[in-house]
């Protein structure tokens, strides 16, 4: 079957770095998505990795590693405003998205 | 960027009616549009994935005949809750994929509709 792992809760402080890990098994790989989402909001998209490796996005970084079916987002110089769900999604090899049931990341003061 | 307009935002209506919730892509051409919902504090459940016409292909589980949806322009796709009964009070969020950026790009999201039925 097709999976994808992600911590259920993180809790992060003010001003500090977070690592989120996601792990999958899918059919096939087209690439891996991260989300965030603010509570009764839609998700806005953050990252798309295809390639191993690391892209930087500012703040954010997102990380792949194919053969290990890993990823992890890295979120910097936390704020609270970055208190949200993270999504980590994969698109299989028939362009299918397989979402993650979601991180929540909780920033303190 | 992108934009996905989605409306309502919010409706309240009663049992045994029906609602509709539109989904429009402004600026780009949607082949595939996708609908989801969300229940309090749970990650988005995929409904059904709606082509430009042909019919929607609905996620094991998912009612056809209760979540009617329909995909008639590459702008526009929209989802029909029959006979709404409160179980169905949910968000509702549609999403977009841009026919021009491929299999590559981000999907967009519209902003989401809260269903609450009394």
């Known amino acids: 079957g097709q999976n994808i792992d992600q911590p259920t809760e993180m809790t992060a402080t003010e001003g500090a770095i977070v690592q989120i890990n996601c792990t999958y098994q899918?059919?096939?790989?087209?690439?891996l998505f991260w989300y965030q989402q603010h509570a009764g909001e839609a998700p806005t998209f953050l990252s798309y990795n295809v390639l191993d490796g690391l892209e930087e996005k500012g703040r954010f970084s997102s990380f792949l590693s194919r053969s290990k079916g890993y990823s992890y987002l890295l979120l910097k110089e936390l704020q609270m405003k970055d208190s949200a769900s993270y999504l980590c999604?994969?698109?299989?090899?028939?362009?299918?998205?397989?979402w993650g049931a979601g991180t929540k990341l909780i920033i303190k003061p | 960027g992108a934009v996905v307009s989605q409306h309502p935002s919010r409706v309240i209506c009663k049992s045994g009616t029906s609602v509709k919730i539109e989904c429009r892509s402004l600026?780009?051409?949607?082949?595939?549009m996708f609908w989801y919902r969300q229940f309090p504090k749970q990650s988005l459940m995929l409904m059904a994935t709606s082509n430009e016409g042909s019919k929607a292909t609905y996620e094991q589980g998912v009612e056809k005949d209760k979540f009617l949806i329909n995909h008639a322009s590459l702008t526009l796709s929209t989802l029909t809750v029959t006979s709404a009964h409160p179980e169905d009070s949910s968000f509702y969020i549609c999403s977009a994929r841009d026919r021009n950026r491929g299999d590559t790009g981000e999907l967009f999201f519209g902003e989401g509709s809260r269903l609450t039925v009394l």
């Open positions: 600026d780009f051409q949607a082949t595939t």
């Open positions: 999604v994969v698109m299989d090899s028939n362009y299918q998205l397989i």
């Open positions: 899918t059919s096939g790989f087209n690439g």
